[in-house]
């Protein structure tokens, strides 16, 4: 299967600062999702991005499908970002192969 | 529109039981997934339905099963339970399955814990 790396494991921020979480993987994909798990467990779609750059809020990502990256970024951070940053990507078949998770800790 | 809703949020079974776990997909949605999360291996593929065949399955021993019903709702079965079933089990559903422009929409899961 694809290994997927992702860092820093964990990041603790005040609340108004920038981070950027970084996604690795061993193969080519055609499909990349980041999710955000929530203290409670939910497991919420940040974005479906195999290739390119999206912006949503104060989120943005962007992959480099050819060197087999992804970055997170996350602005103006808040309380609520806290929780698990997941990355998942998938080739061939139909699964999902998960990133251990970038653990963040926003502090008012 | 509804989400991903799963059944029951929390179980507690004891080692040797069988269990099952429900999952009604958003509406429209043709593929469901099944994953487990434990803190020592992560998110880790169970299997994915879609239009009640299975399409693919994660490197679980067979104790662990599915199913998908023709209105898209799934179901997963864990038999002879052991300590080291105990998990979060989470359902996700897709439009088309993960190799389509379809982002994957996770339910609340369901906490298992084997005693």
């Known amino acids: 299967g694809i290994q997927v790396e992702q860092s820093p494991p964990d990041l603790i921020l005040q609340e108004g600062a920038n981070s950027t979480l970084r996604c690795n993987f061993s193969d080519s994909v055609n499909n990349l999702q980041w999710f955000h798990q929530n203290p409670w467990g939910q497991l919420i779609n940040l974005f479906y991005?195999?290739?390119g750059t999206k912006q949503n809020g104060r989120l943005s990502a962007t992959t480099v499908a050819t060197e087999r990256y992804s970055l997170l970024y996350i602005s103006s951070s808040q309380t609520t970002d806290s929780g698990v940053y997941f990355c998942?990507?998938?080739?061939?078949?139909?699964?999902?192969?998960f990133g251990t998770g970038t653990s963040l800790t926003v502090i008012p | 529109k509804a989400g991903v809703t799963q059944t029951p949020r929390y179980l507690i079974k004891t080692r040797g039981q069988q269990v099952t776990l429900s999952c009604s997909p958003i509406?429209?949605?043709?593929?469901v997934s099944w994953y487990q999360q434990t803190p020592g291996q992560g998110l880790q593929f169970l299997f994915e339905?879609?239009?009640?065949?299975?399409?693919n399955k994660g490197n679980f021993p067979g104790r662990f099963s599915g199913r998908q019903f023709s209105n898209s709702r799934s179901e997963m079965n864990v038999s002879t339970l052991e300590l080291g079933d105990s998990a979060l089990y989470l359902c996700?559903?897709?439009?088309?399955?993960?190799?389509?422009?379809?982002?994957?929409?996770f339910g609340n899961g369901t906490r298992l814990t084997v005693t």
């Open positions: 998942a990507v998938t080739s061939t078949g139909n699964q999902f192969y």
């Open positions: 991005i195999p290739s």
């Open positions: 339905y879609f239009s009640e065949t299975q399409r």
């Open positions: 509406s429209g949605h043709r593929s």
């Open positions: 996700a559903s897709s439009l088309e399955g993960t190799n389509y422009n379809s982002p994957l929409h």
